[in-house]
């Protein structure tokens, strides 16, 4: 009798064991076919945010120049078209020249008029 209660357990253990397997492969086919459909949707390109390259640290109106403070940002390259913003609005535009010495740019005045402290976007 005893022999016949444990054969009965065991069927029942082994029937929950392959329930159990059936429901690991269901989970993880779910998983792979959610992670497969993911990949296929289409991305939305959105239009490039300006960069933040730093704030005007001085100005020579005569010469028609500034330097640009960068600190540790971004260092953008010689020729490069920077604007310069105050209070959200636009002041200058600014070509970027190849002279540097960190944290410093130095960048040509095209158009405006900037101001020390105005900040600079690429």
């Known amino acids: 009798m005893a022999a ?27 998983m792979l076919l959610a992670g497969c ?3 296929h949707r289409k991305k939305v390109e959105s239009a490039p945010q300006p960069r933040l390259v ?7 109106e005569q010469l028609g120049f500034v ?22 609005q636009e002041t200058a535009v600014l070509a970027v020249s190849p002279e540097r010495k960190r944290p410093f740019i130095t960048a040509d005045i095209v158009k ?4 020390r402290g105005d900040l600079v976007y690429e």
């Open 112 to 115: 405006g008029a900037p101001h």
């Open 54 to 60: 730093g704030s005007i640290a001085f100005v020579n």
């Open 67 to 88: 330097l640009v403070d960068v600190g540790s940002l971004y260092t953008p390259a010689a020729g490069s078209a920077l604007k310069s913003f105050a209070d959200g």
């Open 37 to 39: 459909a993911w990949h």
């Open 4 to 30: 016949l209660f444990f054969l009965s357990k065991l069927r029942n253990g082994v029937r929950i064991l392959s329930e159990m397997r059936i429901d690991k492969v269901f989970c993880v086919a779910a």
